[in-house]
């Protein structure tokens, strides 16, 4: 193998991190940038300080898992899989365990144990690792040779691995600036939209019952622009003071595209495991219990006390309306809003507090065998300023490490002398 060419790594995330680290390991000269003074900021507060990692998952698991850009994946999460993540944790000394959703974390709850694993291997590989923010790359007719940082020119490289992220988050470093490289190189970037974020809305609903967490409900996403159901899931939401957030919610906003004001209508179904039949049935027996007590009283079994109020205006109804002088055609009501809640959806929340950025460089000007540019020739991108994006579970930061490999191993075949 010809090992002596030098590689700059942009961005020291999980994707840079991997990508340097396995060059450095192969002989290749590494140069890590990264404009903090910490490796893998954010990498440090995944999974709620967790770091969930992966997804012990089967790769056709995986795929379904991937919200945008999923077959341009295939090849990336084949060659580097959820196993191989485990594989190369483990052998790193981090023990790691599997939970509920087959997702991944380190035994000892800390995404700071991945996060110095990751730094290890980076160092003890070989990488140098240069803190400081690049500001440009300067390309010729042979491709990318100079990093240009807000200290010094760097020169002479003979590949250069982007990997600098979205913009989610942009404390953790995340700021985009690799989009800007990249369409400053010729490459398009398909415009940045927050993923895996909570939902503003103006509903009443929503401020009257913030706080309240719903668990075991099923929600539908309706596009009115479309006169479609676009998403639907079940498991636990959350009402805030902005709108709605939870696990539930954060899936869907990854199908809410493109985002236009009022345009999604989120239907919950508060009792998914009855039918409106069972339901009735339900209602009517509760209100034949308090049939001497007023309406609010008497959905107290059925629903948590902080969703009674705005639940039954939401029916149009009185909550000091007698049961006894419910009409059928109310009942009727009651049972259609407990299987259909309406809650309109304003907008997402910031991209700044978005789990994930949808968009980045477009996937057709990418090789998904070695994650190299079509347009420029020594360019190489992993993570997530690539155009792709996951559930949550695992799948991001997987992505992350897979389109990682794939570049180094992308320069290494293109080193190695048969
Ligand atoms: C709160 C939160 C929780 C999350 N939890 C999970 C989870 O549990 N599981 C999961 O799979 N995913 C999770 N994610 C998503 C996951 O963290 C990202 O998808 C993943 O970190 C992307 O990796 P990356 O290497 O592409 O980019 P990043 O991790 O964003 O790293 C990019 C790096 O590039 C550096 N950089 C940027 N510009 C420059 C520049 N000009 N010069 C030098 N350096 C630069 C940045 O400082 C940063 O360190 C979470 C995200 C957030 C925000």
Do not use: W
């Amino acid at each position: 193998m010809n090992n002596i060419a030098k590689i700059a790594v942009i961005g020291a995330g999980p994707a840079g991190m991997m990508a340097a680290g396995r060059l450095a390991a192969a002989g290749f000269s590494v140069s890590l940038f990264e404009k903090n003074d910490l490796l893998g900021k954010k990498l440090g507060i995944t999974g709620k300080g967790r770091c969930n990692l992966t997804n012990d998952c089967t790769p056709e698991t995986f795929m379904k898992n991937i919200t945008t850009n999923g077959k341009f994946l295939f090849s990336a999460v084949n060659r580097f899989s959820p196993r191989d993540t485990m594989a190369f944790f483990e052998g790193l000394g981090v023990a790691l365990k599997v939970e509920r959703g087959n997702r991944v974390f380190p035994v000892s709850d800390r995404a700071t144990d991945i996060v110095l694993a990751m730094k290890k291997y980076v160092i003890t590989s070989g990488a140098k690792i240069i803190n400081e923010r690049v500001t440009a790359l300067r390309a010729d007719d042979d491709g990318i040779s100079e990093v240009i940082t807000e200290k010094r020119k760097y020169e002479s490289f003979d590949e250069i691995v982007l990997c600098t992220g979205g913009l989610s988050y942009p404390l953790t470093g995340s700021t985009g600036d690799g989009f800007e490289f990249a369409r400053a190189l010729g490459h398009t970037v398909t415009p940045p939209v927050p993923s895996l974020v909570g939902l503003e809305s103006e509903d009443k609903l929503c401020r009257d019952t913030q706080g309240l967490s719903l668990k075991n409900v099923a929600i539908s996403v309706l596009d009115t622009a479309m006169s479609k159901v676009i998403f639907d899931d079940f498991g636990e939401m959350l009402f805030t003071h902005f709108g709605m957030s939870g696990p539930l919610i954060l899936s869907a906003s990854a199908h809410l595209r493109p985002m236009d004001r009022d345009r999604y209508v989120v239907y919950i179904d508060l009792k998914p495991a009855l039918d409106a039949e069972q339901l009735d049935a339900r209602v009517l027996s509760d209100f034949e219990k308090y049939k001497n007590k007023n309406l609010d009283n008497a959905l107290g079994d059925l629903l948590p006390q902080k969703l009674i109020h705005p639940f039954i205006k939401a029916c149009g109804l009185e909550y000091g309306e007698k049961v006894n002088s419910v009409t059928r055609a109310e009942r009727a009501k009651i049972v259609g809003t407990l299987k259909r809640l309406p809650v309109s959806v304003r907008g997402f929340r910031p991209i700044d507090e978005a789990i994930v950025t949808s968009g980045g460089v477009k996937t057709s000007e990418i090789d998904p065998k070695t994650m190299r540019s079509k347009k420029v020739k020594n360019l190489y991108f992993a993570g997530e300023v690539i155009d792709v994006d996951a559930y949550t579970g695992g799948f991001n930061i997987q992505i992350a490490l897979s389109t990682g490999v794939c570049c180094a191993d992308g320069i290494i075949e293109k080193y190695t002398v048969v």
